[in-house]
């Protein structure tokens, strides 16, 4: 067989395991594994040689690093308390709207998601804090949980992002830089989803009512509670950006800054403390063991030649590279029904990056194009956390609803989706959206 062929027989496997609920990390490492045995023959010698190299390979790389110490950051978030600070603060600023409770949701999103880097953390925190409040003021069902699952997925977008960290050190890519492209889009998604609620409650106002008006004494009170959080967050992306720290060191900074913020405002005692590092622990272990799957997969993919041969095949083909790039990102919103964003992440970056790299668009350098990329990426990813029938996020907050059907959930996520899909127009049409920062901060 082809390269090609062997690369699309190794997939087909790959979903096959996936389909029967293997866990995700050892199906990759399953089906890399037979893939690079039957093209090495069947000779189960290499594959053992190799058994010995992967590991060590990619669990003493020093970037991933980063990633437990970023987790540790959203957890000290998480069982501090600083979800509910962040929502207060946007509340009293925006809830006496109608519709303002929900968009306070997705805006507290928005900052948990600037400490957090996970959009299922995100979700299910902010589900929890600020449903009580949407039932309290009786939102319709779709509007609440398809506000928060939609707001859950800037938890990924909004920087530290992991799969950002991930698909830097895939690319080879600085992590700062990717985290300075991802603010602006970030920020547009979170004003997008503001103005979906918007729409929704001008066509039913009874859908979310208006809370009351906060005086200003209380709004600056509760701004001042979480400026720490907005430190934290500024500390942490400038520093990386602007040379001051390294990833890890700017992670570091931040963990120890949200744990100290935790402690002292009272939210964290010594339970916890040790929920955190446990939640810590088992996330970084998942990642990881998905990483060494994903490595096994994409060695497997590389001896094919497949990478190669797909970037070569599209790049002489003829086809405008706006319409490759489109069919990538729609490859990403239907691998989004079956499959996590660190999955995806990992497994189509090693295929798709060679071909953007070869193409030309807009006239843009390699760098440019990489950053720019992984933006879209990001985002594409993101809608796979809301749309059916996987929706994790949907899921998520349809289990602290458990009053609201599903179907009303995936209902209400329809309108953010469709802002998700013109958000992502924009970026392919104007990619100076994700790289205006990084040019700003750069010329400095």
């Not at 082809?2 to 399953?30: D, E, H, K, N, Q």
């Not at 990833?247 to 100290?260: L, V």
């Not at 990329?373 to 809301?386: H, K, P, Q, R, Y």
Request: aromatic content about 10%.
């Amino acid at each position: 067989m082809s390269g090609i062929s062997v690369g699309f027989t190794i997939f087909a496997c790959l979903l096959a395991l996936m389909a029967v609920r293997v866990p995700i990390g050892i199906a990759m490492f399953v089906a890399g594994s037979g893939g690079y045995i039957y093209l090495m023959g069947g000779n189960w010698t290499p594959w053992l040689n190799i058994l010995k190299s992967i590991p060590y390979a990619r669990l003493s790389n020093y970037d991933l690093t980063v990633i437990p110490l970023f987790l540790l950051m959203g957890q000290f978030a998480t069982h501090g308390g600083l979800s509910a600070s962040l929502f207060r603060c946007v509340s009293a600023f925006i809830g006496h709207r109608r519709g303002g409770v929900a968009m306070a949701a997705i805006g507290a999103c928005a900052g948990f998601g600037a400490i957090c880097g996970s959009s299922l953390a995100t979700a299910a925190t902010m589900g929890q804090v600020a449903l009580p409040e949407l039932r309290r003021y009786r939102y319709s069902g779709s509007l609440a949980t398809g506000a928060l699952a939609a707001g859950g997925t800037l938890g990924i977008m909004i920087p530290p992002s992991v799969p950002l960290v991930i698909y830097a050190i895939l690319t080879q890519e600085s992590i700062g830089k990717l985290f300075m492209a991802a603010v602006l889009p970030g920020l547009i998604a979170m004003f997008g989803y503001m103005f979906v609620v918007q729409l929704i409650v001008r066509r039913n106002p009874e859908a979310g009512p208006a809370g009351p008006r906060v005086p200003w004494p209380e709004r600056l009170k509760v701004l001042a509670g979480v400026f720490p959080v907005i430190l934290v967050f500024v500390l942490v992306i400038v520093g990386i950006y602007g040379g001051w720290a390294t990833p890890t060191e700017a992670a570091a900074i931040g963990a120890a800054a949200c744990g100290a913020i935790a402690v002292i405002s009272g939210g964290m005692r010594w339970r916890g403390l040790i929920d955190s590092a446990l939640g810590t622990a088992q996330a970084t272990a998942m990642i990881l063991l998905v990483l060494l799957g994903a490595d096994m997969l994409n060695t497997a993919l590389a001896l094919s030649q497949m990478p190669a041969e797909l970037a070569n095949w599209v790049k002489q083909s003829g086809l405008a590279p706006l319409f490759v790039l489109a069919m990538i990102l729609l490859i990403y919103i239907l691998l989004g029904c079956v499959m996590d964003s660190l999955a995806m992440i990992l497994l189509t970056i090693p295929i798709f990056y060679p071909m953007i790299v070869g193409l030309d668009f807009y006239g843009m350098s390699v760098e440019d194009k990489s950053i720019w990329f992984g933006i879209l990426a990001l985002m594409v990813v993101e809608i796979g956390l809301v749309h059916p029938p996987v929706g994790m996020n949907v899921y998520i907050i349809n289990r602290l609803a458990k009053d609201v059907p599903l179907v009303e959930t995936f209902k209400g996520v329809m309108p953010f989706l469709a802002s998700d899909l013109v958000r992502i127009v924009f970026l392919v049409a104007f990619p100076s959206i994700s790289l205006v920062l990084v040019k700003a901060f750069g010329a400095l």
